[in-house]
């Protein structure tokens, strides 16, 4: 049974951090580039982060670049963000995505599946 499970979000000031985390099963892991991608209230879902299967390639948003990390650990079957800096516009739902791919890719068709996302919000 394929799940990609989210955890990590919660409620913080401007400024702090959060490390967010998505545990994957089924299917092997490291068939998959990953992303993150995040929707606020009202806006389209967005790409934040990707990372290859194999974890050498990432790629990030400009309005995250130098501030989040994404990163895997293909033995534990999970796949991480890092986030420093938080500013209140990083509020939103985060979602974890899986690709067929080497690969990942700024775009959500893309990604086939798609987990049930972990709500961070970031207080003024």
């Known amino acids: 049974q394929v799940q990609l499970v989210e955890s990590g979000g919660g409620l913080v000031q401007a400024g702090a951090s959060l490390r967010l985390s998505c545990a994957a099963s089924?299917?092997?892991?490291?068939?998959?580039?990953m992303g993150w991608f995040r929707q606020a209230p009202g806006k389209e879902r967005e790409f934040v982060a990707t990372?290859?299967?194999?974890?050498?390639?990432?790629d990030y948003a400009d309005s995250v670049k130098g501030r989040f990390t994404i990163s895997r650990d293909n033995a534990k079957n999970t796949v991480y963000l890092q986030m420093s800096s938080l500013k209140p516009e990083d509020t939103a739902v985060y979602f974890c995505?899986?690709?067929?791919?080497?690969?990942?890719?700024?775009?959500?068709?893309?990604?086939?599946?798609w987990g049930q996302g972990t709500q961070v919000t970031v207080s003024s």
């Open positions: 990372i290859s299967r194999s974890g050498t390639t990432t």
């Open positions: 089924g299917p092997p892991f490291t068939n998959y580039a």
């Open positions: 995505a899986r690709r067929w791919a080497i690969d990942g890719s700024r775009s959500r068709r893309d990604y086939s599946y």
